[in-house]
């Protein structure tokens, strides 16, 4: 069976300081690969895709990227935190082999405090 | 006027009650729909999974979607306390890789 990871589960970091958050998948091959921000109220805000290694597609500018090193690995970095980047940030992975069409499934989550 | 709307709630319930959770679309090209059950401080996770008009069961939920009135549902049965989460709607269709979310419903069952 198929299983995502993330981590760290939960992180408070300074503002300005650097971030690397990372998801794997396990259980299944060239994944269609997201990031996630969710805030109170504001519902699930896609912020990167990807369907394969090293293509990103970016859905809202930001002070955030991602890159995809591997074919189940995905990372969501930033160089300088922003008050504004605390959240909720989610990884999903859909396509592949073993799964239902377009549906995604998520991970545990990270919940980033950024202080 | 958004894609989907979903009302926020908070809903609450004595356990054993009937709940309805809905959400209305405007694009007509949706073709997937999904329901994610959200409990605090979890990811989402894939609850039900339909892609025609009519009801879809799996134990005590029922998924529902009528195209024609782009409106979708989930009914839970006896519900139960540990059915207290957030339920978000979702769909996808058309040449949209992209997943559109509802905003999500607090459901609380009290014991």
């Known amino acids: 069976s198929q299983t995502i990871h993330q981590w760290p589960a939960t992180l408070v970091q300074p503002v300005g300081s650097p971030l690397s958050l990372e998801c794997t998948v396990e259980g299944t091959s060239n994944p269609n690969l997201y990031w996630y921000r969710q805030a109170a109220g504001r519902g699930l805000q896609l912020l990167f895709y990807?369907?394969?290694?090293?293509?990103i597609s970016s859905e809202v500018p930001q002070n955030l990227s991602a890159s995809r090193p591997q074919d189940r690995q995905f990372i969501l970095s930033s160089k300088k935190l922003l008050l504004s980047d605390s959240g909720f940030y989610l990884c999903?992975?859909?396509?592949?082999?073993?799964?239902?069409?377009?549906?995604?499934?998520f991970g545990p989550g990270t919940r980033l405090t950024v202080l | 006027q958004k894609e989907v709307e979903q009302d926020p709630g908070p809903l609450s319930v004595p356990e054993g009650a009937i709940v309805s959770l809905n959400c209305t679309y405007s694009n007509s090209a949706f073709q997937y729909f999904m329901w994610y059950r959200q409990y605090s401080r979890k990811g989402p996770e894939l609850l039900m999974y339909?892609?025609?008009?009519g009801n879809k069961e799996d134990g005590r939920f029922t998924a529902q979607v009528d195209k024609s009135s782009k409106y979708i549902s989930l009914f839970i049965r006896d519900s139960q306390p540990s059915d207290s989460a957030t339920y978000l709607c979702?769909?996808?269709?058309?040449?949209?890789?992209?997943?559109?979310f509802g905003k999500g419903t607090l459901l609380t069952v009290n014991p």
């Open positions: 979702a769909m996808i269709g058309g040449s949209n890789y992209k997943l559109t």
């Open positions: 990807s369907v394969g290694i090293g293509q």
């Open positions: 339909t892609y025609s008009s």
């Open positions: 999903a992975w859909s396509g592949g082999v073993g799964s239902v069409t377009d549906t995604q499934y």
